[in-house]
C-alpha cells in the first residue's frame, strides 16, 4: 500500500488564529495527481469526560451555532500556542466547570477529517473531580453544567444527545475505558 504524497501547497485564506485553508496538489498512489485537494487548518482541541468523586458524569447542556437544538456536550476548547495537551485539558476543565481532578486517563489522539484534515481532537477523561470554585469562563452559548448517572449517560448517548461527534466519540470511549 503507498501513501499520498503532498507535491505542492498554496495559501489560499488566514481567517484568524481558527481557520486557514489550503489548497495542495496531491500524488494518488497509482501516479495521478489531484491538482486542487482542498486542506483545512484549525487548531487542535481537546475534549474532557468528567467523573466526579461520586461517580457522576459531568456534562454540559448548551446550545451550539452548527447545531439544531440542545445538546448535550463535554468540556473543551483549542490548544493554545505552546500549550502542551493536558494542561490544555486541565484548563479547560478548570475555567468551564470550577472542577478539577488528579487522576487524569488518555482516551486518544484522532484527526477530525482523515481527507481534509481540521485539526486534530485529544481525548482525556478526569476521574475523581471535585468541585474548587466558580467557573472562570463561560462560552457565548452559555451552558448548563448537569450531573448525570451512568445509565443516563449511556441512553443520551444512544438517544443522540450529543449531537456533535466529538463529544459522542469522547463519551464512548469513556464509557468503554471504564469497563476494562
Not at 8 to 32: I, K, M, N, T, W
Not at 92 to 98: A, M, R
Not at 123 to 134: D, N, P, S
Amino acid at each position: 500500500m503507498k501513501p499520498l504524497v503532498t507535491l505542492a501547497r498554496r495559501h489560499v485564506l488566514a481567517y484568524g488564529r481558527f481557520l486557514a485553508l489550503e489548497v495542495h496538489q496531491v500524488e494518488l498512489p497509482d501516479g495521478s495527481v489531484v491538482e486542487d485537494w482542498p486542506w483545512v487548518i484549525t487548531p487542535d482541541f481537546v475534549n474532557v469526560v468528567i467523573v466526579t468523586d461520586d461517580h457522576r458524569f459531568l456534562c454540559l447542556r448548551q446550545y451550539k451555532y452548527a447545531l439544531s437544538g440542545v445538546s448535550l456536550a463535554v468540556v473543551g476548547g483549542y490548544v493554545e500556542p505552546g500549550e502542551d495537551l493536558i494542561g490544555a485539558a486541565k484548563r479547560e476543565l478548570k475555567e468551564e466547570t470550577g472542577y478539577e481532578s488528579s487522576d487524569w486517563r488518555e482516551l486518544g489522539h484522532f484527526v477530525v477529517d482523515s481527507n481534509r484534515g481540521a485539526g486534530t481532537a485529544h481525548f482525556y477523561m478526569a476521574l475523581g473531580a471535585r468541585k474548587t470554585a466558580e467557573p472562570s469562563e463561560r462560552d457565548a452559548e452559555e451552558p448548563e453544567i448537569v450531573l448525570l448517572s451512568r445509565p443516563e449517560v449511556e441512553e443520551a448517548l444512544a438517544s443522540g444527545q450529543f449531537k456533535a461527534l466529538p463529544w459522542a466519540a469522547a463519551m464512548a470511549l469513556a464509557l468503554q475505558a471504564i469497563e476494562r
